[in-house]
């Protein structure tokens, strides 16, 4: 049990504000109801007398708590309601489907329903998601030496005008060749600290972040932009792979990440997040000593402006950077996760 009162105060406040952040970071006991409960449970928050919090799960439930039903702590978090769980799992078994209103009509979903859940989730309507699948198969069909036309058929396009709208939305321009189209699959992660997005294409991975990281949204269109690049919804063998690696990461058995990952920076910055990789799990170095490492000890200052450039993470560990006098010192994905990060290598480590 977590007896620090810093602590304490910092979870509860966090507690009140239902922050997803805060995900696998602690847990919290009510002493008058006997139940668990994550940092983000819909119910009714207790007051900060009747709370007891748990760096993990497994010590609420030697303390004799029991998981709540409203947000199963004891599985990872998942903030898919259970429409946008339904509708895209729905996507996935016809991703070339071109959806009407008898479509929702058939699984008694409003479509105003379905438009508002995947715009609060996703930042874009259902159809324009649905919109997105297709195209990353239209994409594929292009590569593959199909006509402009067939692949327009093929994905359920009916007009051209509207296709190449579609094309133009997403790419910029509609591309006249089959090598101008570069396609990036990008996929939603649950971990135990929250939500992840990642973006990769059939070769190499290019972003791994938590989805409320600031300027998210900024990454992703400069990453679009430099490769010149559709991103849109989907899975591959590297997103696969990847899946697989944090899953065993995060119950305390991987080390060492294979899923193959690509840079997009100078070569300086190149140079750092390859000396990232190698900090050993359950170490941790300063920006002077990462400076060091590369040769140039004056260089600190541009090593950290490196390492917060840094997309890919966990892969590419900068959270194991801290500062000079030993404080945790920032971390893209917040602090907290940080910490919680280093713990859980260092228990791996030392395992």
Not at 128 to 157: K, P
Not at 170 to 185: A, D, F, N, R
Not at 303 to 317: D, H, T
Request: with cysteine; proline share 5%; net charge positive.
């Amino acid at each position: 049990m977590i007896t620090n009162p810093i602590k304490i105060n910092e979870y509860y406040q966090m507690l009140i504000e239902k922050r997803r952040d805060y995900e696998g970071v602690f847990f919290v006991g009510v002493k008058t109801t006997g139940i668990f409960c994550r940092p983000t449970c819909p119910a009714k928050k207790p007051n900060k007398e009747n709370c007891e919090f748990f760096a993990t799960a497994k010590e609420a439930i030697l303390a004799s708590y029991r998981p709540c039903k409203r947000c199963q702590p004891l599985s990872n978090p998942s903030y898919l309601s259970p429409v946008v769980k339904q509708l895209v799992e729905e996507i996935e078994r016809n991703p070339e489907k071109k959806w009407t209103d008898k479509d929702f009509d058939a699984l008694s979903i409003s479509a105003n329903t379905a438009r508002r859940q995947f715009q609060k989730q996703f930042g874009m309507t259902f159809i324009e998601y649905a919109r997105s699948r297709r195209l990353g198969f239209a994409f594929n069909h292009i590569r593959n030496g199909a006509s402009f036309v067939d692949a327009q058929l093929e994905t359920g396009f009916e007009s051209s005008n509207g296709f190449r709208d579609a094309f133009t939305r997403t790419m910029g321009y509609v591309p006249k060749k089959s090598k101008e189209i570069q396609l990036l699959s990008a996929t939603w992660l649950e971990t135990p600290l929250g939500s992840m997005i990642a973006i990769a294409d059939e070769v190499a991975l290019y972003l791994l972040e938590f989805v409320d990281r600031r300027g998210l949204e900024t990454e992703i269109e400069k990453l679009r932009k430099r490769m010149q690049a559709a991103i849109v919804p989907g899975d591959n063998t590297v997103l696969s792979l990847l899946k697989q690696e944090l899953e065993q990461y995060f119950l305390g058995n991987l080390q060492q990440f294979r899923t193959p990952i690509a840079y997009l920076g100078s070569d300086f910055q190149k140079s750092v997040w390859d000396a990232l990789q190698k900090i050993p799990i359950g170490m941790t170095y300063s920006y002077k000593e990462l400076a060091e490492q590369l040769g140039n000890p004056k260089a600190y200052r541009a090593v950290a402006r490196a390492n917060g450039a840094n997309q890919i993470s966990l892969l590419v560990p900068c959270h194991r950077i801290i500062n000079t006098n030993g404080e945790l010192g920032g971390y893209g994905g917040g602090i907290q996760r940080k910490e919680w990060l280093l713990k859980h290598e260092k228990r791996m480590q030392s395992s």
